[in-house]
């Protein structure tokens, strides 16, 4: 199955998941949701299986209105020599606390919801809360699948390596015990992983091809 979580500021607004066709199918299938949705960044899987694809078919049609991005959860973290817990020097160091950024990006994503959770039981006790709301993270109940993807975000394991470094269990050691790939979960976790818009131009509108 390919998902394509949708989200505007820290509200998501969209979570669908395509499971008939190949990813030629779903190329097509996400430009049309960017497109439609008048997204400024469609933020991509670069780990993923149809990562290859993508790239061929980025270099022979343009991204038109809005950006792509390749999220390369393999790749190294953020930031490596800043502390993991801002603001505090003793803190371990980005580079020594995370196995890579798919771990970073994850433990980003919690964070979201640990502050939420914190900020919602403040208000409840009628506490003043004072919290950044860039922050925070919000589900829109009305977006498809969002139940489905709440569920998929306790699948994966949040493990040590021997090192001591916090990472993310694979999709293949989830495979072993019987667990599904967590594709909405994963898709939310990219959607919040880049923010900043890349330094490129733009190119010209385009309407996405379904004859691929």
Do not use: C
């Amino acid at each position: 199955a390919k998902a394509v979580v949708l989200r505007y500021g820290t509200v998501v607004t969209g979570a669908e998941e395509k499971k008939d066709g190949d990813i030629t199918a779903a190329l097509p299938w996400a430009y049309l949701l960017a497109d439609e949705h008048r997204a400024d960044l469609l933020i991509y899987d670069g780990d993923g299986m149809g990562a290859p694809v993508i790239k061929v078919d980025l270099d022979r049609r343009s991204a038109g209105r809005f950006h792509m991005v390749e999220y390369r959860g393999s790749g190294e973290v953020r930031q490596p020599d800043m502390p993991s817990i801002p603001g505090d020097a003793r803190s371990k160091k980005n580079r020594d606390r995370y196995q890579n950024f798919r771990a970073q990006s994850w433990t980003w994503l919690r964070e979201r919801f640990r502050r939420t959770h914190e900020a919602v039981e403040r208000l409840n006790q009628g506490l003043a809360v004072n919290v950044n709301p860039d922050t925070l993270i919000s589900l829109d109940s009305n977006a498809t699948a969002t139940r489905q993807m709440t569920a998929e975000l306790s699948r994966p394991k949040r493990i040590f390596t021997e090192s001591g470094k916090i990472a993310v269990e694979s999709k293949k050691a989830m495979k072993k015990r019987g667990v599904i790939s967590p594709n909405l979960a994963d898709a939310l976790v990219i959607a919040f992983a880049e923010n900043e818009l890349p330094n490129t131009g733009g190119g010209e509108s385009f309407e996405p091809d379904f004859d691929l």
